[in-house]
């Protein structure tokens, strides 16, 4: 993500004060209610269900933390039960995806920690998904994820790589690669049993979850393309080169909007280095980048900054607003003077008032939104047409 070595050492260094002790067990649906991320500040607060909350510590994992808790969300609604799926399972696909892409653009590409949420949802239907208890990506009795000296032995394994004299590489290169992966995160699992029952990853997606890529739309929206089409999103992390559809921002916040109500949850991608997002307050609000951020977040109804869809297409094509960080919008609820707030799932631990939950206004979301991954359910039968999503 932009920034990503700030964040990391901003955000995740303080998660990891809240790294979670068992990572290998069963989770029922996180039973907080409203109440527990709702306050005195907000009120006809709807939550939907969703899985504990959970930390990437010291990594930059978030697009997988944050899409796996909705495919988790997607399966308590579907009533299939509530699953604590590895997000390291998909990571460490993930990372081969993005070595093979690196080494066949000779190094001129992204080689990074940072994904999108197309990814996940790419690889679900591509590698399958396991449980966390039969594979969570831990070695060595680690209780804490940490990617850091990860990364920088894989980025130094294929810059190696690709100084070697003499063409072609050396047809060894990748299973080097894989054994660097299965000594920091563990080897992959081909066959596992989960309750009784023999699975592999393929079989696990499709039997037990359900799971079917063509159930999620992926959206965004910016002026510099064609609304209704989709096209490539130009962000660092967008290494797959995933394509998303665009559609007005007024239209974007009504399907979010329309997902809510309706019982689902939203994969958000968006940018929390802005002067207004801050974790251990539980809040983000659209506010100036010299306002008192304590007194905006002391009342919730604080006059924030006006927006238009101008305002967003300016803020993105100057970099102020870029590709940070996903999180996971499970509920909606009003301030007591009608401002409308999205109830945020985050993966940083169970940092701030909320247990790990933030509360984005509306007007916040709007200005910092990148893209969403949304259930297909959800998208209005006249979107999809205009969208021609069938």
Avoid at 140 to 150: A, I, M, P, R, T
Avoid at 252 to 264: F, H, P, R, T, W
Avoid at 279 to 287: E, F, P, S, W, Y
Wanted: proline share 4%.
């Amino acid at each position: 993500m932009k920034k990503s070595i700030l964040l990391l050492v901003a955000f995740c260094n303080a998660a990891f004060l809240f790294a979670q002790d068992d990572k290998s067990q069963d989770i029922s649906p996180d039973a907080s209610g409203v109440k527990a991320i709702a306050g005195e500040s907000f009120i006809g607060a709807k939550k939907n269900s969703a899985t504990k909350i959970k930390d990437q510590e010291r990594t930059n994992t978030c697009w997988s933390f944050a899409t796996t808790s909705l495919v988790e969300s997607q399966a308590i609604k579907n009533k299939l039960g509530a699953y604590d799926l590895s997000e390291m399972f998909t990571v460490r696909n993930i990372y081969i995806e993005k070595a093979k892409n690196y080494v066949l653009r000779q190094g001129h590409a992204q080689f990074s920690e940072g994904g999108l949420g197309h990814d996940v949802i790419r690889a679900y239907a591509e590698y399958g998904a396991v449980p966390d208890q039969v594979y969570n990506g831990l070695v060595n009795g680690d209780k804490v994820y940490d990617h850091q000296e990860l990364f920088k032995e894989l980025k130094k394994y294929l810059d190696s790589t690709l100084k070697t004299k003499g063409h072609p590489l050396s047809a060894d290169w990748m299973p080097g690669f894989n054994k660097i992966l299965d000594k920091n995160m563990g080897p992959l699992p081909q066959q596992f049993v989960y309750n009784n029952r023999k699975y592999t990853p393929h079989s696990f997606a499709k039997t037990s979850l359900k799971f079917n890529a063509d159930d999620y739309v992926h959206i965004t929206s910016f002026t510099h393309h064609p609304f209704y089409s989709p096209f490539i999103l130009e962000v660092p992390d967008n290494f797959s080169n995933g394509a998303y559809f665009n559609i007005p921002l007024n239209e974007m916040i009504d399907v979010v909007k329309n997902a809510v109500n309706s019982g689902y949850t939203v994969l958000w991608d968006a940018d929390v280095s802005n002067n207004g997002f801050n974790a251990k307050k539980g809040m983000a609000l659209n506010i100036k980048a010299d306002e008192n951020v304590n007194t905006a977040f002391a009342n919730p109804d604080f006059k924030e900054e006006t927006y238009t869809q101008n305002t967003r297409q300016q803020l993105f094509e100057n970099l102020t607003t870029q590709d940070d960080h996903l999180m996971h919008i499970v509920g909606i609820e009003k301030s007591k003077e009608g401002k409308t707030f999205f109830i945020v799932k985050n993966s940083w631990g169970e940092t701030g008032p909320y247990g790990g939950y933030v509360h984005v206004s509306e007007a916040y979301f709007a200005v910092n939104t990148i893209s969403l991954v949304v259930p297909k359910a959800t998208v209005g039968v006249g979107l999809r047409e205009k969208m021609n999503v069938k």
